[in-house]
């Protein structure tokens, strides 16, 4: 059940690989129909990380306001949309807006597909379901070239390279039906039976019954776990918005009336609280009573595991039950704002902030998907004050890293780099066949070490391999060496693909709580993208200035990556979500 569901989800990531593989070859063809420039040719690769990087934030206000299933199966428009606007363009502007719409469906998969995974996963193999995406990314590519070749001598061939994303596009679209929920989203939401239920069939490959409220000890064990993570992390919230209203209140005093952030910090306040009123139902309704009977239960104090007893433990403050699901953890220090230290915001401020805020009216009047995505956009700021400022930071510097190394531009222009070579156009896209192979090479080593070995241990040695095959890039691009630079590309991507290709989502996944990960995540694969954007559209031309030089450029780079790894990036491997955040 766990596979299937990966490898459904991850169809995005094939799609994704696809158009990675497909442009280099097709922009041979586009380059003759259209009598390209060397400008028109960045600005055509180009576009899709442009687009990609507007679709990462959409993506994280449609996961948090619909779902993590849903947005996968609204993901799939674009990828219609922009393959066939593409297939039948005649003009430049047409093929650009087809790879922005494209962009946004990239956008959207690489922020919602890990997220989803990684909480569909248990812990012990959350790291090779993850890196199911970047699987299906490999096999994208490779299919792309595949085609790229066996189309390259038919008139118009291009088009139809272009326009057959959408036959996996159009099978995405059943995401609704085919896919459970994200059962920490059910949690948020609080629908706990629902969570029980998916829950159950990925880990024991058994559809619950219709109505059960009873699972394995296991499972419920795990469901409790996941609802203390949940309470804690809106606990954790809390503290922010105290911390953004102290902000925005003394900001008002200064500047005498509203301020501009006050807007910024009432989204915060009711899009990190938001749950609050369905964990009210919850204890009036004791929704989960029957559905926590496992050997948790007795560990937090409920011995009778009735459901009035368990109402009576989720509504009672002094029990076990209710202070480990809606207590801070103890040991974390108070936010401190920029004030002076006897305005200092503590613990017993949140409860005061919090009373004043009608969770219930806010609630009842729902905001809709566009005041979600404004409110995805203002977090963002207020996690770079919060308590996970750092591990924002670190995702991104990382994604920063993972594409100004030009890892992206290298797979994209790799045909126009060997034919700068002197090789011929036909036996440039036949080659470059082989660099999906390394690629998918790197993924196996990382599906076989990233549970064992860890993250970080690949993360420094996948940067110094990185370092080597750039360097030996620069060598055979000097010597104008197509069997050099060949090599060198595919020793470059084996080493990217066992490091940060997939790493990357995995750690997006991992370090950030519930609460913080859509603007985390939208805004870590965002840097990624523009990143990814600005090596595409720039590389042409820093080539055709720099000629070898470029690559000891994007060397240098991958260099700096190890370093800041060795000192930044912490160890992940075998944690629980729990844990983690």
Same mark, same amino acid.
Request: glycine residues 10%; contains cysteine; proline residues 4%.
């Given at each position: 059940?766990?596979l299937?569901?990966?490898?459904f989800?991850?169809?995005?990531g094939f ?13 041979v063809?586009?380059?003759?129909? #259209?009598? %390209? ?9 180009? !576009?899709?990380?442009?687009g990609?990087?507007f ?13 993590r ?6 993901? +799939?428009?674009? #990828?219609?949309?922009g ?33 989803y995974l ?50 996996? !596009?159009?099978v ?8 459970p ?13 629902e ?21 394995t !000890?296991?499972?419920?064990?795990? @469901? ?9 992390d809106? &606990? ?11 902000v ?27 749950a609050?009123?369905?964990w009210?139902?919850?204890?009036e ?17 409920a011995?009778?595991?009735s459901?009035?007893?368990?109402q009576?433990?989720? +509504? ?16 974390l220090?108070?936010?401190?704002t ?11 401020d ?6 004043? %805020?009608?969770?219930a ?17 203002a977090?963002?700021w207020?996690?770079?004050?919060g ?5 924002l ?6 994604? #920063? ?15 126009e ?15 470059t ?6 690629k ?12 064992s ?17 750039? @360097? ?14 060949l ?9 990217f ?21 859509a603007?985390a995540?939208?805004?870590a ?7 990814? &954007?600005a090596?595409?559209?720039? #590389?042409l031309?820093?080539?055709?200035a ?8 994007f060397?240098a780079?991958a ?12 160890? %992940? ?9």
């Amino acid at each position: 059940m766990l596979l299937r569901v990966s490898l459904f989800a991850a169809l995005g990531g094939f799609l994704y690989g696809y158009d990675m593989g497909l442009i280099g070859g097709a922009l041979v063809d586009i380059r003759r129909d #259209f009598n %390209t420039s060397e400008g028109q040719d960045e600005l055509i690769v180009g !576009a899709t990380k442009v687009g990609a990087v507007f679709g990462t934030f959409l993506g994280g206000a449609l996961m948090v306001h619909y779902g993590r299933r849903v947005a996968i199966a609204l993901d +799939s428009i674009f #990828f219609v949309g922009g393959p066939l606007l593409m297939a039948v363009s005649h003009s430049i502007a047409g093929l650009v807006v087809g790879r922005l719409l494209v962009g946004f469906g990239i956008g959207i998969s690489a922020v919602v597909v890990p997220a989803y995974l990684g909480e569909v996963a248990p812990a012990g193999v959350r790291g090779r379901i993850v890196e199911v995406y970047e699987v299906l990314l490999c096999l994208g590519m490779l299919m792309a070239v595949l085609a790229d070749w066996g189309l390259q001598h038919v008139a118009g061939g291009w088009r139809w390279m272009v326009g057959l994303p959408v036959l996996p !596009a159009l099978v995405l679209s059943a995401a609704l039906v085919l896919l459970p929920e994200s059962p920490r989203w059910l949690v948020v939401q609080g629908r706990l039976d629902e969570a029980l239920a998916v829950m159950h069939r990925v880990l024991t490959n058994v559809r619950l019954p219709q109505g059960a409220q009873r699972s394995t !000890a296991e499972v419920e064990d795990e @469901l409790l776990a996941l609802w203390s993570s949940v309470e804690k992390d809106k &606990a954790a919230a809390k503290e922010c918005v105290a911390a953004a209203t102290g902000v925005v209140r003394r900001r008002r005093r200064r500047a005498g009336g509203r301020s501009a952030g006050d807007a910024a910090a009432r989204r915060w306040k009711l899009w990190s609280s938001g749950a609050d009123g369905r964990w009210q139902q919850l204890q009036e309704s004791g929704a989960p009573s029957e559905g926590f009977r496992g050997s948790g239960m007795k560990a937090l104090g409920a011995h009778d595991s009735s459901p009035r007893a368990l109402q009576r433990a989720l +509504s009672d403050p002094q029990s076990p039950l209710f202070r480990t699901l809606s207590s801070v953890p103890q040991g974390l220090p108070p936010i401190r704002t920029r004030s002076n230290p006897e305005e200092m915001t503590t613990d017993s401020d949140v409860g005061s902030i919090v009373k004043r %805020t009608d969770t219930a009216r806010l609630l009842q009047a729902a905001p809709g998907f566009w005041h979600t995505q404004g409110t995805v956009l203002a977090a963002v700021w207020h996690v770079l004050q919060g308590p996970e400022r750092r591990a924002l930071i670190l995702a991104l510097v990382i994604a #920063f890293i993972d594409q100004a190394m030009a890892s992206t531009a290298v797979v994209n222009y790799a045909p126009e780099m060997l034919m700068r070579a002197g090789l011929p156009s036909s036996d440039a896209t036949l080659w470059t066949s082989a660099i999906p192979g390394a690629k998918v090479l790197g993924v196996g080593i990382t599906l076989l070490l990233v549970d064992s070995a860890g993250r970080r241990p690949l993360m420094l040695w996948g940067s110094a391999a990185c370092t080597a095959a750039l @360097l030996l890039l620069a060598a055979g691009d000097w010597r104008q060496s197509p069997v050099l630079m060949l090599a060198a590309m595919c020793l470059f991507l084996l080493a990217f693909s066992a490091s940060y290709a997939g790493l990357f989502w995995i750690l997006c996944s991992e370090l950030f709580s519930m609460q913080a990960k859509a603007p985390a995540a939208s805004a870590a694969t965002a840097m990624l993208f523009a990143g990814g &954007a600005a090596a595409d559209l720039a #590389f042409l031309s820093i080539h055709s200035a720099m000629g070898a030089g470029s690559f000891l450029v994007f060397g240098a780079i991958a260099a700096f990556g190890g370093v800041y790894c060795w000192v930044a990036l912490p160890e %992940t491997k075998g944690r629980s979500l729990a844990e983690l955040v």
